[in-house]
């Protein structure tokens, strides 16, 4: 834990040579012979010029390579180990969820994930977590965390969700979340795919998803919604939610909702693509996944065709999704009809829009959380697989002391 802690303590300036930069919401690319980071700040991007840094500098040569803004996942779950039965998870002792937490944030870190938005846990667990890693005693990527989902009595993820009845226990429940810590609610609008039950079905009414928005943005903190289908979807957006999640059954009434709002979805399609029977994965779970995946997959590339506005999320932490597979998500866009490059804005300037925090982007006065890789990943989007090198808050990461951790972690959650 010392090396923990001393390694998200200050670090010095932080000057990378020689390379080239997608800089700006656009992801254009500039070469650049310094890019100067001080306090976990863009400071210098291309000048080369005015006086160094009083303090020790550490300096890396690109040779050529791609400054890449660092990827945001915008919906985990970091308080799951992609277990079959995802969910058990949340049964295991304290010492081994919070064991979990440490393996997932690292695990982000080496796919070059440097911001996460988690979605649901049990508990408080990774609203706890969030604020180890920004305080410095962990290194860790940047997390906005909902802490309890918020869903109706006997609803989806009820068994671990925040369940409330009524707009007055809704609005309970939200500033339960907030004063714990919450940067984001999550709100339960239909059924899912993972709990018993029908996926489509209504739960949280209109009354009680406006009383939990207002509750929230009244704090500044911005609201989620799980919905699958149409009725659901455009009562959340009604209610003002910030973004949909899943949207696996939307329709052309929803998708022109969708058009029409100011509000993201997040697809996180790929979540589906492991399920199989006979891996121990529950038989509900096996059933509805494998009914729903190709539907899914079609609603994804509708709403792509439509030019719903599209932030990347995985879902990870759920059956055989374990954190880091963003990638695959973004393939799953371009293979949906999305061009490279608006993929790679889906989990970079489109991810940060929404979660907020000025990240996402590379440019002078942003924060410094950046990938480095070989080529242009415009052209090759699987490079961002295998970062050569991480930056998050301004600090480069040692990729083999993580890549060690996560196999000793690794031991204790499997």
């Known amino acids: 834990?010392?090396?923990q802690r001393a390694g998200q303590s200050r670090s010095a300036p932080l000057v990378l040579t020689n390379g080239f930069a997608l800089v700006g919401e656009e992801l254009q690319d500039?070469?650049?012979?310094r890019l100067l980071i001080v306090d976990g700040i863009i400071r210098e991007l291309d000048?080369?010029?005015g006086p160094e840094p009083a303090a020790e500098v550490q300096t890396l040569d690109l040779h050529g390579g791609f400054v890449v803004p660092g990827?945001?996942?915008?919906?985990?779950?970091f308080d799951l180990a992609a277990h079959p039965d995802a969910y058990s998870h949340w049964r295991q002792t304290p010492l081994v969820r919070s064991l979990t937490c440490l393996h997932n944030g690292l695990l982000a870190l080496r796919g070059g994930i440097t911001t996460v938005r988690d979605l649901g846990c049990a508990d408080h667990l990774v609203l706890d977590y969030a604020a180890r890693v920004e305080q410095g005693m962990i290194t860790g990527p940047r997390v906005s965390a909902a802490g309890q989902a918020i869903t109706v009595r006997g609803g989806h993820f009820c068994e671990y969700a925040r369940e409330a009845n009524g707009p007055a226990e809704v609005r309970t429940a939200v500033r339960e979340q907030i004063d714990a810590g919450a940067q984001v609610i999550k709100v339960i609008a239909t059924g899912g795919i993972s709990t018993p039950g029908d996926p489509g079905a209504s739960q949280l009414t209109l009354e009680e998803m406006t009383a939990a928005v207002e509750e929230a943005h009244q704090r500044g903190v911005p609201v989620a919604a799980h919905a699958h289908t149409s009725a659901g979807i455009r009562a959340a957006l009604s209610a003002g939610v910030d973004s949909i999640e899943h949207a696996a059954?939307?329709?052309d009434v929803a998708l022109k909702a969708l058009q029409q709002s100011t509000a993201t979805l997040v697809p996180t399609v790929s979540a589906l693509n492991r399920i199989a029977?006979?891996?121990?994965?529950?038989?509900?779970?096996v059933s509805k996944s494998l009914d729903v995946r190709e539907t899914y997959r079609e609603s994804t590339r509708r709403a792509i065709v439509a030019g719903v506005r599209i932030a990347a999320g995985t879902d990870?932490?759920?059956?055989?999704?374990?954190?880091?597979?963003l990638v695959d998500e973004l393939l799953m866009y371009c293979g949906a009809g999305m061009s490279p490059v608006t993929a790679l804005r889906t989990a970079t300037s489109r991810a940060g829009a929404l979660i907020g925090g000025r990240v996402g982007v590379v440019d002078v006065g942003r924060p410094a959380d950046l990938i480095v890789v070989a080529k242009d990943p415009r052209e090759d989007l699987a490079l961002l697989r295998s970062p050569l090198q991480v930056v998050c808050r301004g600090r480069l990461m040692e990729l083999p002391w993580i890549e060690k951790t996560i196999s000793e972690l690794g031991k204790v959650i499997a």
């Open 1 to 3: 834990m010392n090396e």
């Open 30 to 33: 500039r070469a650049f012979r």
């Open 47 to 49: 000048t080369g010029v």
């Open 71 to 77: 990827l945001i996942d915008c919906h985990v779950h």
């Open 249 to 251: 059954f939307v329709d």
């Open 277 to 285: 029977p006979g891996l121990g994965i529950p038989e509900t779970t």
């Open 316 to 325: 990870a932490g759920t059956a055989l999704n374990p954190i880091g597979g």
